[in-house]
């Protein structure tokens, strides 16, 4: 039915840069927002970025505001998540999430590890 597909994690160095991918196949209609959720070790998972449908609206967690830009592909149903200036505390698993207006659907989540 409806999977979503993550790309791009793995380990770097601090201050260097990754680009996650993440596209939706199946019957997912009219999509509210896409976005990409972080959950580090012994932590409560938590937003980093999200953007609306039509791409005008972005909200970014404070700790990766001028770091991280949040993108999408609506024909693809793909959103991206370019990350800068990467910090050792960015480490965590990172999640990309699609919500319609009725459904929200996950991904499998992807490591991303920075290292000092």
């Known amino acids: 039915q409806v999977q979503l597909v993550e790309s791009g994690g793995g380990l770097v160095q601090a201050g260097g840069s990754l680009r996650l991918s993440c596209a939706a196949s199946?019957?997912?209609?009219?999509?509210?927002?896409m976005g990409w959720y972080r959950q580090a070790p012994g932590k409560q998972r938590e937003l980093v970025a999200t953007i609306s449908s039509g791409g005008s609206t972005t909200i970014y967690a404070e700790p990766v505001k001028g770091r991280f830009i949040i993108s999408k592909d609506n024909a693809k149903n793909t959103v991206y998540l370019q990350m800068n200036s990467l910090k050792p505390e960015d480490t965590a698993v990172y999640y990309c999430?699609?919500?319609?207006?009725?459904?929200?659907?996950w991904g499998q989540g992807t490591q991303v590890t920075v290292s000092s």
């Open positions: 199946g019957s997912i209609f009219s999509i509210n927002r």
């Open positions: 999430n699609i919500a319609s207006l009725t459904s929200s659907y």
